[in-house]
Structure formats: C-alpha cells, structure tokens
C-alpha cells in the first residue's frame, strides 16, 4: 500500500518534471526571440534606416518583447493569473494615457 | 498607589499593544483616532478661514498666513483626515465582511497605518519650524518651486511619506478581498462596502504613484537642483499639474466610493430590503473607478490644452454623471415601499443623497469646458467641492461612524445625541457652502486673503461664516455624543441593527480571531438569509480547529520613524550639510528595520482548539 | 498547515511559492504592486518624453548616447532575465543548490550592468559635463534611468539576502514564495529595461 502511494507520487513528481521542462523550452525560445529582436532593433539604428519606418518598429519590437518577458518568464500565462493580468493591464492603461498625455497636451 | 502605579503598567503596556498591534480590529482604531484628530485640526483651520472672511477688509490673520491656512487646510483634510478615517472603516468591516480572521498582511498593515501617521504629524511640525506650506493644496509649481522657507519642503517629505504608506494599505486590501473571501462569499455576492473598498484600492494602486513621482520631481527641484519645473533651464510647469491631477481626481473617487458603498448596505439595512439593483451598482462603481482616470484634466481646462483636449475630457466628465445616476435612483428604489427606520445613521444617508446630488449638478455645470472659464478658480468650485466632498464624504463618514459603531467599540452611540448632531451641521452645511456658488458667479475668486466693502460681497461671507459655527457645533455635539456612550451606554448586542451582512453574526466587539469557525456563505446577504430561515447564526464551513494568528512587531514603527528623521534631514541638508546624518540614521533605521523583517522568520502562532472551547463567545 | 509542514515540508508540491495562504497572499499582492509599478516608470517616461528636447548646448540625446554600452548593458540584463528563469524552474523541482548558483549567476550579470551604468554616468559626467543639474533633459535622463538603477539594486541587494540567509537550511514553503517574488522583480527590472533601451537611447539615437 505504502509502496504504491510513493510510487503514485513519484509518478507525480515525473509527470510536473515533464511540464516544467516543456515550459523550459518555451522559455528558451522566447529568449531566443528577444535577442534575436534585439538585434533587430539595434541594427536598424546603427544602419540608421528612415526615421519614419524605424521609430513605430522600434516599438513594436519593444512591446512584443515585452509579452514575452510577461506571458513566458512570469508565467502570466499559466492557470491562477487572472487577477495578476487585471492589474497588470489596469497599470498598462493608465501608463498609457499618462504617456499620450505627456507626448500631446503639455503646451510644446 | 500600588493601585496607581498598575494602573499606569496597565496603560504603558496598552499603549505598547497598539505600537505592536497588527490587528486589523486595533489599526483601525488608531487609524480612527488620528484621522479624527487631523479632523479637528483642519476644522480648526477652517474656522480660523471662516472668521478671515466673515467681513470685508478683515485683518483676523495676516495675508501670507491665510495661504498657509488654506493650503494646510485642505491638504489635512484629503490626505490626513478623510483617507485614514475610510481606512478606518475599512480595517473595522472589510474582513468581517467577507468572513476572514485577518486581513492578507498584518504586518502591512500597520506599516501603511506608522507611515500615514508619521508623515501626517512631520507635515504638521511645520507649523512649528518658521511657516507652513503655502502654495495651496494642489501645490502648483513654480509658485510652489518659488516658495521661501521650508513649508513646501514639508508638504513634499509628509505627503511622500503618509502616500506609501496608503499604497500599502491599498494593495493590502485588494489582496485580502481577492484571497481571503470565505467559502461561498462570490465576487456576486459581496456587501457593497466590500466592493466599493476594493475598487477604491484598485483607485489608490494605480493614482498614488502618479503623485509619487510628482513629489520626487518637485523634491529633486526644490533640494537638489533638477530643473522638471525651472523654465529657465528647459522645465515644463504644465508636468506637475498633470502628475498631480492624474492622482487627484481619482483620489476624490478614492474618497467617495467607499462611503457609497457604506451608504448602500445602510439603507438596505434601514429599509429592511435587499439592495435595489446590486449588479448594476457593482456595474456603476466599476464604472465609476475606471471613467474616474479619464477626466483629470477638467481642472485644467483654463491651462490651454486646446479644444480637442478640453472637448475629449469635458464629455468623459459629463458620462461619470450617468453611473453616479445609477446609483441615486437605486438607492431611492431600495427605499421604495421599504420599512424605513430613521436611525442616525439613516438620517445621515437620507440627508447625504440631495445634498450630492446638488453637488453633480454643479459638477456637470463645471465639466462644459466653455463656462468653466467662468467658474475657473471661484467660489462657485470652492461651493461644488465642498458639496461633494462634505455632502458626500463627511456625511457619510458621520453615517458609517452611527453605523459600524457598535461593532468598532461595543456601544451603539446614543441615537438622540446623533440626531442632536445631525441637525445643526446639516443646517450648517448647506449655510456655509449653497451661497458660495453665487459668491462665485458674483465673481469672488477662491484663496483670495480678504474683499473690499462696496463689492456686495459681505452679506454672503457672513452667512457663509455663521454656517460654519453651525457645523462646528454639530461636530462638537457628535464628540460629546462619543465620551457620553462610553460611559453611560450599555454594551451592545451582536446584532443591534438586525443587520444583514456578516459582521453582525459574530459579537460586538468580535473576539481577536473573528470568527470561531468560517462561515459558509449561501448567498448575498447571508446572514439575512439564515434569519429568513429561522436560523440563529450562519452556518460554520469548517469544524472547530486550530486557529492561525500573525505576531505584533514593533518594526513598522520603526521603519515609519526612520523616515520620519530622514524626512527632516531632506529637508534640512539644503541649509547645512550635517543634515545628512539625519538623512543616514534615519534611513538607517528604516532599512535595517527591512532587512530585519526579512531575515527574521516569523510564521506566527496558533490558538488551539481547546482554548477556544474554553474562551467561549466574545472575550478578547 | 503547521509550522513544521511549513519549514520542513515532508514533499515539496511543484508550485512551493503558491502552497501556503501566505504564499498565495505575496504572490497576488506583488503581482499587485507591480502594477502600480507600471504607472511608476509611465510617469517617468512621461516626463523624460515631455523634456527630452530641453537640451543646452551640444548635451543632445544623439551626440551623448554611444549605442555598444547600451548594447552589452540589454545583453547581461537580457541575460539575467533567462538565469533567473532557470533559478525558478530549479526550485519548481526542488533542486535548491541549482537554484542557489543559477541565482548567483544573475546577480554577477546584474552587478555587470549596474557597473556598465555606474561607468556610463561617471563618462558623462566627467567628460560632457553632462550632469542632474545642467538641462531639464538631464534632470529628466537621470531621474528616469537613475530610478532603474535603484530598482537593479534593491533587487540584486534582495537576491543576495535571500541567498545568505537560507544558504544552510534549503528550500521550503516560507522561502520559496520569497525567491519567486524576488524573481518576479527582476524581471520587472527587465521590462522597464527594454523600455528604456528602446525609448531612451535608440530613439534618441533616431532623433
């Protein structure tokens, strides 16, 4: 009885191991990924491409690196988030009106 | 004397007790006591403005400390006494409400609770140290940046200090309502103070740090040389009035809500009826708090942001009025064909819903962004704030205060006195501030020191004054109200109300656990619920057991302090720099008081079952 | 749960930071202050954006900023961010000595970039006389990054307590919520971080 509950759980232990190792490699994509736009990013600026083209880029790249960093490395993703995803785009909000704010209606 | 001297170990160790507390019951008396205090101080300041303008030409008190007068007057009143006072509440109801023994950080707690306080009396000792901060309340710069002497330096520090401190409290209770709700107790199902408290929180989480970095901003200009706000070196003065606005105007919907949802479970209780329309006043304060981060910029229509920007939040100003709308008719519905007992608290209530509404009508007068040029920094915006500042908030603090009274201290307040003061206050109120509107239109500015004869102006600053004495009385009678049920009350009963909600199944004053065993909620309004059902007391969740508490700790005291000499030593090093060493110990203290919590494992004790047993029902 | 469960837990579950009441409660309130964080830095960068013209003299954003520091300056933060990744997901599987050097390793990268940025004022203080005081545009460049700054170090200062104080006793279920806020933080650092490359220098860089 005793051996069966340990091997149970054991079998448990296995089956999060597993879980944690695919999440690893999502995890190791998305890094890939942010380097990579990294990359991107500097490079477009160092080859000094049109401005016109170069600043929405820039931030684009900026805020899918950004999802990344929150959906795969603070697991915003996973079960159990859905407070932590209210606030997080409660503050996104307001940050973004205070930056539409800050780059129009400040007298200059 | 050995009598004597136990009874001052007995007061030595109850103060120590509530330096250490970390009980939500205890925090919010301290959070009540000196919100009342700071009360006292702002109507003090009031009175003293009053009788400045009581007659033309007056010369009661020098110019330059009339601005001080005003700007302490109002800055005491929003961050100082309303704040802590709805924090009160709060602390007092939130957890019995939802059916938790504690709320989600303790030791927070009484953290936010030693910072608010520390940073309210460090804004205070101006008084003290060569003049107050005299810039008015909204502290615009560069009249702020310009400012002699050290009172702004002291507005900055206090404010700084007493606003981390309500960021903590806020995310302490955004946690405690999303995690600690007992079995059963729905977001659906919540009482309406709960709900207006958390999104009140959700309000304090998101529009405290917009005046955070305003007052780094303003403290990086004023002691060490940046230049945010110095036009000369490249600075923009429009930046702190939008950082400060982006705070400011949730802040008053920080103030108002909760007192709206104390409004709502009172007159549901005092109707003996459900509460009309519960989703849609959930609806409505979701609503409200979120349209609440989209108007600041209505006090800054006269800045000249231009008219795409004027129109854009002069509508989004004008769309609160239909949640608020929401709100007055199902509160009038709720009373409808209900059997209304006119307690204090209910005349509170009943009293509160025309004289705001009276104050959203002037609101949206003031939202056409075309005639507030008129009304711009008149009498007409000093006569609608006040209308829903005190119509709303006042009038509901003194209606939660009747309300919750017996839970928070174990007495109902004597009825007669509550109304004794009701009367003269609401009489007062609507003396002192109604004919400010046509002050207004009249075209006395705001913050103005005094008035010449001849400009028709008298007639109405004194009535304006005499309504002022009025609500003074009103206040002194409700004090006298508080020492008088101290000591000729008899102690209340658990349920004095025949209440609705969960605080009034357990005893008044609750047991330092509050709840024996969690109750199981079966719906809204659970304890009304099992009444219906000929049942005595809820439904228990759980079996007898043992029962988690956290530990006191003097260390949120001691953080607080630390910041409060660091405080001073911000503010000093400009003159000198040996302030700086205040600058270390103090930050010393505050940093090593952190380390200490962290490295300190603190897990907390137990109350076994069998003390339970034997305690019984309601000893502390 | 008793003290003992709680300290020296007989199995580790696979989430040791949400085990505990106490766990789940520092785990939504972070999450909570971390949101109000974010409003934070947007009023910082509010304010950077509304004076990054206010320059005097040659002290502008494309004659200042040299792109390789801020380059190697993403990189080891960028880098931190994945070693405090394998940080947590050692402790997932209650490998604590794993968890320990992996942590050790992204406080090194954090201590590299703290002293990239330290180098980086001191160049330009020293060699353009660029300093907190000289323009708005200063006030506002310092405040802003110098407030990441701050963050970098209260977080590495938290990574390094947290490590020395249960170097001897492992891993259990009043320190594992810990490590995973502490966690949390730097990768928050590392979102503003991104920003801040992006906003400040690259598109100072642009003009």
Known sequence: MEENTSSASRHKIDVHKKEHKEEMIHQVISFILMILFTFIAFGMVVLEISSYFVKPVL????????????????????????????MMYGGLTVAFFTIITFTTIIWW | MSNAIAQQRGLAAAIWDYMTTVDHKKIAHLYLVSGGLFFLIGGLEAMIIRIQLMKPDNDFISAGLYN???????????????????????NAVVPLQIGARDVAFPFLNSLGFWLFLFGGLLLNVSWFTGGAPDAGWTNYAPLSTTSPGHGIDYYVMGLQISGAGTLIGGINFLVTIINMRAP????????????????????????????????????????????????????????????????????????????????????????????????????????????????????????????????????STMAIAVPTGIKIFNWLFTMWGGSIKMS?????????????????????????????????????????FHYVIVGGVVFGIFAALHYWWPKMFGKVLNEKLGHWAFWPFF????????????????????????????????????????????????????????????????????????????????????????????????????????KMEGRKGITPAEPLGDIHMPNGSILPFLMSFGLFIAGFGFIYQVDHNAWFIAVAVGMGLTLGSMLTRSLKDDLGYHIHKEDLIEKGEGKE | ?????????????????????????????????????????????????????????????????????????????????????????????????????????????????LGCEIYEFYHYIHEYGFTFRSSAFGSAFYTLVGFHGGHVVFGLSWFIALMLRNRKRGLNLYNAPKYYIASLYWHFIDVVWVFIFTVVYLLGKVG
């Open chain 1, 59 to 86: 931030i684009l790249l900026a805020v899918i690196q950004v999802v990344f960093q929150l959906y795969y490395f603070m697991h915003m993703k996973n079960k159990g988030h859905f407070m932590p995803a209210m």
């Open chain 2, 68 to 90: 001080e007068m005003i700007t302490m007057h109002g800055t005491t009143m929003i961050f100082l006494a309303a704040m802590p006072i709805i924090f009160a509440l709060m």
């Open chain 2, 184 to 315: 059963g107790m729905t977001y659906m199902r919540m009482p309406l103070f709960t709900w207006t408290s958390f999104i009140t929180s959700t309000l304090i989480l998101f529009a405290f740090p917009a005046l955070t970095v305003g007052l780094f901003l303003m403290m990086f200009d004023r002691m060490f040389g940046s230049a945010f706000f110095d036009v000369t070196a490249g600075g923009n003065e429009i930046i702190w009035e939008h950082l400060f606005w982006i705070f400011g105007h949730p802040e008053v919907y920080i103030l108002i809500l909760p007192l709206f949802g104390a409004f709502s479970d009172i007159i549901s209780t005092f109707s003996k009826k459900r509460l009309f329309g519960y989703s849609a006043m959930v609806f409505a304060t979701v609503l409200i708090g979120f349209l609440g981060f989209m108007v600041w910029a209505h006090h800054m229509f006269t800045v000249g942001l231009g008219p795409i920007a004027n129109s854009i939040f002069a509508v």
């Open chain 2, 344 to 384: 204090a608290a209910m005349l509170w209530t009943v009293a509160f819903i025309p004289s705001f509404t009276i104050g959203g009508m002037t609101g949206v007068m003031l939202a056409s962004a075309a005639a507030d040029y008129q009304y711009h920094d008149t009498y007409f915006v000093v006569g609608h």
């Open chain 2, 427 to 530: 009489i007062g109120f609507h003396l002192t501030f109604f004919i400010q509107h046509f002050l207004g239109l009249m075209g006395m500015p705001r913050r103005y020191w005094t008035y010449f004869e001849g400009q028709s102006l008298a007639t109405g600053n004194m009535i304006s004054t005499v309504g002022a004495f009025f609500m003074a009385l009103g206040t002194l009678i409700f004090l006298y109200n508080v020492v008088y049920t101290a000591i000729k009350e008899p102690r209340a009963s658990a349920d004095p109300w025949d209440g609705r909600t969960l605080e009034w199944s357990i005893p008044s004053t609750p047991p330092f656990y509050n709840f024996k065993q969690t109750p199981l909620v079966r719906g809204l309004d659970p304890l009304w619920i099992e």
């Open chain 3, 1 to 113: 749960m008793s003290q003992e469960d709680i300290l020296n837990p007989k199995q580790m579950p696979s989430d040791p930071e949400k085990a505990t009441p106490e766990g789940k409660n520092k785990f939504v309130g972070f999450w909570m202050f971390l949101g109000g964080e974010t409003v934070l830095f947007a009023s910082l960068f509010g304010t950077y954006l509304a004076l990054v013209r206010s320059t005097s003299g040659e002290n502008t954003p494309e004659n200042l900023f040299g792109l390789e520091l801020v380059f190697i300056m993403t990189m080891l933060l960028l880098t931190s961010s994945l070693t405090s990744v394998y940080a947590m997901y050692h402790m997932k599987n209650n490998d604590f000595k794993k968890m320990q050097l992996w942590l050790g390793i992204t406080v090194v990268l954090g201590l590299g970039f």
